[in-house]
T-cell receptor, first 110, second 118 residues
Framework: LAKTTQPISMDSYEGQEVNITCSHN???????ITWYQQFPSQGPRFIIQ???TKVTNEVASLFIPADRKSSTLSLPRVSLSDTAVYYC???????????FGAGTRLFVKA | SAVISQKPSRDICQRGTSLTIQCQVD?????MFWYRQQPGQSLTLIAT?????????ESGFVIDKFPISRPNLTFSTLTVSNMSPEDSSIYLC???????????????FGPGTRLTVL
């Protein structure tokens, strides 16, 4: 399973766009990139998943360059409620175990 | 999306005792996963549990310490045996399902069981 590296923490203000970049230099051909969000005292929650280029859903966008050695989670116009830990994961899907890295603690300030 | 419940939500236990954590899913799933999350830390995978077969444990985790049952496709238990204060942690179960409208799979997590060992 590919190892991921992401910033330990980030600060932002309400209304700003937040971009969290994750490095995964050893990503394998059949690996997907998945991001999870975790609030205190809750289990992680799936945000977005992609394989290449750009993926967008109602809460975030995921940008993946052609070499797939990194990815960027983009949260548009964050609010205080987006304060959480964000995990970048790389691995197969369909029965493959999910290994969590250290995650990025995002603090959104008023 | 799968809805997962865990019992108990929290417990305080004495050293040397055992606690069994239950995980119930509202749909049938092939694989269930058990994680541990120590305060302020990331999640660590303990084992993967398939119905009808023995669980597969990750490095550093053994069946004698963390026996797992998976009697059917909607239920699993994790037992933390002969507990010590180092076992104080949040234990989470999760399942994997296909994300709606995509070819991808996503994991759904239970609310966790907060265990304190005195």
């Amino acid at each position: 399973l590919a190892k991921t590296t992401q910033p330990i923490s980030m600060d932002s203000y309400e209304g700003q766009e937040v971009n969290i970049t994750c490095s995964h230099n050893n990503i394998a051909t059949n690996d997907y990139i998945t991001w999870y969000q975790q609030f205190p005292s809750q289990g992680p929650r799936f945000i977005i998943q992609g394989y290449k280029t750009k993926v967008t859903n109602e809460v975030a966008s995921l940008f993946i360059p052609a070499d797939r050695k990194s990815s960027t989670l983009s949260l548009p116009r964050v609010s205080l409620s987006d304060t959480a830990v964000y995990y970048c994961l790389v691995g197969g899907t369909g029965g493959f175990k999910t290994i969590f890295g250290a995650g990025t603690r995002l603090f959104v300030k008023a | 999306s799968a809805v997962i419940s865990q019992k108990p939500s929290r417990d305080i236990c004495q050293r040397g005792t055992s606690l069994t954590i239950q995980c119930q899913v509202d749909s049938q799933v092939t694989m269930m996963f058990w994680y541990r999350q120590q305060p302020g830390q990331s999640l660590t995978l303990i084992a993967t549990a398939n119905q009808g077969s023995e669980a597969t444990y990750e490095s550093g985790f053994v069946i004698d310490k963390f026996p797992i049952s998976r009697p059917n496709l909607t239920f699993s238990t994790l037992t933390v045996s002969n507990m010590s204060p180092e076992d104080s942690s949040i234990y989470l179960c999760s399942v994997e399902e296909g994300a709606a409208g995509t070819f991808y799979n996503e994991q759904f997590f239970g609310p966790g069981t907060r265990l304190t060992v005195l």
